[in-house]
């Protein structure tokens, strides 16, 4: 049997390392935004010849005065994003790849202004925000008949501490990511970070539910280890339930192609950290308040 209520201590201060090197990062270089958030051009061309070696590409067009980050995709297909561009500055970009590599075709080409950039950060913060308050809301009240020893409120404040946990794991890894590699969040990141909310909190109202039917059969036992036991009961099946999520974005990280690659792997870090947190850090957390209350009382 896992003694998750014994060794939390563990349990926290593994999560606290992880939440911490991505705090700092977070703080030192913050999230490399693309085109979504700041505005810009994105053009993807096929290459009627081989594709390139991207930093051959980006030598020439930087020579030319083009600030650009260039990412591979498939069947002989380059995307390119710029800060916003005029017409003419498409058009001279274009020409440039035709004279340096051959005939190229677009295939796609978006523009988004400054503007409307910063109308999709505030949205999406508003969403975050509102999808996280709403949690609150429904796990307080579907654990309304829930009084003692733990309050109903409690449920959805440990559960929204667990959703945190798992959002920071998450931008934390591609705040990383964006400075080491260049990797770009945009609004397929927030998509990312909204389903990752969704399916944490599922795995926590489990383990919760069977926490609170243990409340009520098992009456004047330890509440360590009523919340023990009803881990030790959902394991398997939250277990079950990730693995199979898991293996399906496994298999689009590694075949699903380049434009879709790092919202599987944003869905992937948040599915993995969602499992860890709603089994090792927002049940243990129900404890430990619940000791910090009795001390306070005493």
Known sequence: MLDVIKNYKFWFILSGIILLAGIVSLIAFGLNAGIDFTGGTLSQVRFEKELPQAPAVKSELNSAGFEVTLQSAADKSMIIRTPPQEAEQHDKLLSVLNEKFGSVTEEQFTSIGPVIGKELRQNAAWQLLLVSLGIVLYIAYVFRRVSKPVSSWKFGIS???????????????????????????????????????????????????????????????????????????????SINTSLTVLFVLLALLLFGGETIKYFVLALLIGIVAGTYSSIFIASPLLYVWHRWDLRRRA
Request: proline letters at 0%.
């Open 159 to 237: 559960a929204i501490i667990a959703l945190l946990h798992d959002l920071l794991i998450v931008v934390g890894v591609f705040s990383i990511l964006g400075y080491f590699l260049n990797v770009q969040v945009d609004s397929l990141f927030i998509t990312a970070l909204l389903t990752v909310l969704g399916f944490s909190v599922h795995d926590t109202i489990v383990v919760f539910d069977r926490i609170r039917e243990n409340l009520r059969t098992m009456s004047g036992y330890d509440l360590g280890q009523i919340i023990n036991d009803s881990v030790n009961q959902t394991l398997i099946r």
